[in-house]
C-alpha cells in the first residue's frame, strides 16, 4: 500500500477513538464472566461475535458523534477541550476527514452491528433483535443536533445503560438464554460508573455545547454545581457493589472490586478544585476512566477465578 493509503487508514483509525472502546468490550466480558461463573463454560464464538457487535455499534456511535457534533458547531466552537478525552477527534475540524465520510463511516459501522445481531439472533432467538435495536436507538440517537439523547438532556442515562446495563443484560442472554438478577446487579455500579466517564469529559465542551443549544446536564446545571453530581456518582457505584456482593447467587470477594475505588478521591479532588478550570480538570478525565476500567475488569476477575 502506498504511504498515502496509510495516512488515510490511519485518519479513520484516529476517527474511531479507538482508546474509548474497552468500555463496552469490558461490560460484553462481565456479561460472558457472570455465564460462565453461573454454568461452568461458554461458547467462544458467540462471546467473540458479541464482542464485535458491540465494538461496531459503540466505535459507530463515537464517529456519529463527530459529525453531529460537527453540524450541531460544538466541535467548531470548542476552544477549551482536552485530547483525548473530550472536543471529539478533530479530524474535521483540521479538514483532514470531510463531515459527508464521516457520516457514511459511521453508518457503515452502525450496519456491521446490525449485522453481528442479525447473525447472533439466528443463533439464539429473536430475543437479541432487543437487545441489538436499543443498541443502534443509543448510537443513532445520541448526536442528533438538538434533539438527540444528550440535546434532551437523556445522554448521560442513555449513555450509562448503552455501554453498562445492555451489553452486560444482552451478552448473558446470548449466552445462556436469560437475564438473571445477578446481571442487572453487577451492570449497575458499571452503569454509573461509564455515566460518570461521560460526565465529567462535558466539562470542558460544556461552554460551546452550551452555545449550540447541547444542553446536556454539565450545561444546565453549571460546572460548580456538576461537580456535586460528579462526586456524588463517585460514591453511588460504591453501595450497588456491595448489594451486589449480598446477593446469594454472587460470591463475596468481589467486594474486592472496591478496591480501586482509591481513585475517586483524588478525581472528586480535582472536580471541586478545578470544575472551572480545563487543563487543570484532565487528570480527572483520566483517573474515572481508569476507575471504570479497573472496577470491571476486577469484577470479570473474580468472576471467572470463583
Known amino acids: 500500500m502506498r504511504p498515502a493509503g496509510w495516512r488515510t487508514l490511519g485518519l479513520y483509525w ?26 461452568g463454560g461458554w461458547d467462544w464464538p458467540l462471546v467473540l461475535a458479541c464482542l464485535f457487535g458491540v465494538g461496531a455499534l459503540h466505535a459507530g456511535a463515537n464517529v456519529l458523534n463527530d459529525y453531529g457534533d460537527h453540524r ?20 474535521i475540524q ?40 436499543a443498541g443502534l436507538v443509543a448510537g443513532l440517537g445520541y448526536s442528533v443536533p438538538r434533539f438527540g439523547w444528550a440535546a434532551l438532556g437523556a445522554g448521560e442515562i442513555v449513555t450509562g445503560l448503552a ?64 461537580a456535586r453530581v460528579y462526586v456524588a456518582l463517585l ?16 460470591p463475596g470477594a468481589l467486594g474486592w472490586a472496591l478496591a480501586p475505588g482509591i481513585l475517586a478521591v483524588p478525581a472528586a479532588r480535582l472536580a471541586r478544585r478545578h470544575y472551572d478550570h480545563p487543563a487543570e480538570l484532565a487528570p480527572a478525565n483520566r483517573l474515572t476512566i481508569a476507575l471504570h476500567h479497573l472496577v470491571t475488569a476486577a469484577l470479570c476477575a473474580i468472576l471467572l477465578l470463583s
Open 235 to 250: 460514591v453511588l457505584w460504591m453501595p450497588l457493589l456491595l448489594a451486589g456482593t449480598a446477593w446469594r447467587g454472587l
Open 94 to 133: 483540521q479538514g483532514l476527514l470531510r463531515p459527508g465520510a464521516v457520516l457514511v463511516y459511521g453508518l457503515v459501522l452502525l450496519g456491521i452491528g446490525a449485522v453481528a445481531g442479525l447473525w447472533l439472533a439466528s443463533q439464539r432467538g429473536p430475543g437479541v433483535l432487543l437487545f441489538a435495536a
Open 72 to 91: 450541531g458547531g460544538s466541535d467548531a466552537a470548542n476552544t477549551t477541550f482536552v485530547r483525548p478525552f473530550t472536543g471529539g477527534s478533530r479530524l
Open 163 to 226: 455501554f453498562g446495563l445492555l451489553p452486560v443484560a444482552g451478552t448473558c442472554y446470548v449466552l445462556g438464554g436469560t437475564v438473571p438478577p445477578e446481571a442487572i446487579l453487577l451492570a449497575l455500579p458499571v452503569t454509573v460508573l461509564i455515566a460518570a466517564v461521560l460526565f465529567i469529559n462535558q466539562f470542558q465542551d460544556s461552554a460551546a455545547d452550551a452555545a449550540v443549544g447541547k444542553r446536556h446536564w454539565v450545561v444546565r446545571l453549571g460546572r460548580r454545581r456538576s
Open 14 to 39: 484516529r476517527e474511531l477513538r479507538a482508546p474509548f472502546l474497552p468500555a463496552s468490550g469490558l461490560a460484553v466480558c462481565l456479561g460472558a464472566s457472570l455465564v460462565k461463573y453461573r454454568t
